[in-house]
């Protein structure tokens, strides 16, 4: 048995829908601009590009339901509603055809940026780490196993503030669907049981404030609400 200097730290782990055990997490993936309509309020021609990934610390995520503290260093926190994938069994170079047979579930997430410092290091020219992989940056609903979502392609995925709709986009936007995003990653580097991928928001990010009660849809799949607390 191995001997730690000090105890390890929890596995970070997500509610899992309708039942006591805990999805373990072991990476968080997230892809960028996979909705046309996003890529472009960014400023990017959506049809030029292959699909991008960076991540988030796994112990990033945190339950829906939470209360989310205002991170430091921004003044322009922006929700980004996602359809996230929970990876349930592993594997490098997956075939586009086989890969929804790795899906565990589907749970509803809330990419969450400090949209001022990712600007400044898009200028600058430097890793997005610290505008994306922030403490509390990937709240996530209750994961959903597969056997009662199904493989959602199509369905509303919405974000409203405080009652009021920011985002409204459709999961058959997508420019790279699932299969593909999972085919495509695993090419990179070889999935295992616990990733996460977040694939992606569509148009109508915004800014959120202390206070902000935060919901959001994703038709068919699961619901999700946050409250933002005070500034940290
Ligand atoms: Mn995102």
Not at 200 to 226: F, H, K, N, Q, Y
Request: aromatic share 6%; proline share 9%.
């Amino acid at each position: 048995m191995t001997h730690y200097a000090f105890p390890p730290a929890e596995t970070p782990s997500l509610a899992i829908a309708g039942s006591e055990d805990r999805f373990p997490v072991r990476r968080v993936y997230c892809v960028g601009r996979n909705y046309a309509a996003h890529a472009r309020e960014m400023g990017n021609d959506p049809d030029r590009e292959p699909p991008f990934f960076f991540s988030k610390p796994a112990d990033a995520v945190c339950d829906a339901g939470c209360i989310i503290p205002y991170p430091p260093l921004t003044e322009d926190l922006h929700h980004e509603m996602e359809l996230v994938v929970a990876i349930g069994s592993g594997g490098a170079n997956i075939p586009e055809e086989e890969a929804l047979l790795h899906v565990w579930g589907y749970g509803a997430g809330i990419d969450l940026t400090r949209r001022d410092l990712q600007a400044e290091a898009k200028k600058m020219g430097r890793p997005w780490d610290l505008a994306k992989g922030f403490d509390f940056s990937a709240p996530c609903s209750p994961l959903v196993p597969v056997s009662e979502s199904g493989h959602p392609e199509s369905g509303r995925i919405t974000l409203s503030v405080n009652g009021e709709t920011r985002q409204d986009g459709d999961l058959d936007e997508q420019i790279w669907p699932v299969a593909d995003i999972i085919a495509i990653l695993s090419r990179a580097v070889e999935l295992k049981p616990g990733d996460l991928i977040m694939t992606g928001t569509p148009a109508g990010v915004g800014a959120l404030v202390p206070g902000d009660r935060v919901e959001g849809l994703i038709e068919g799949v699961a619901e999700i609400s946050i409250t933002l607390g005070s500034r940290a």
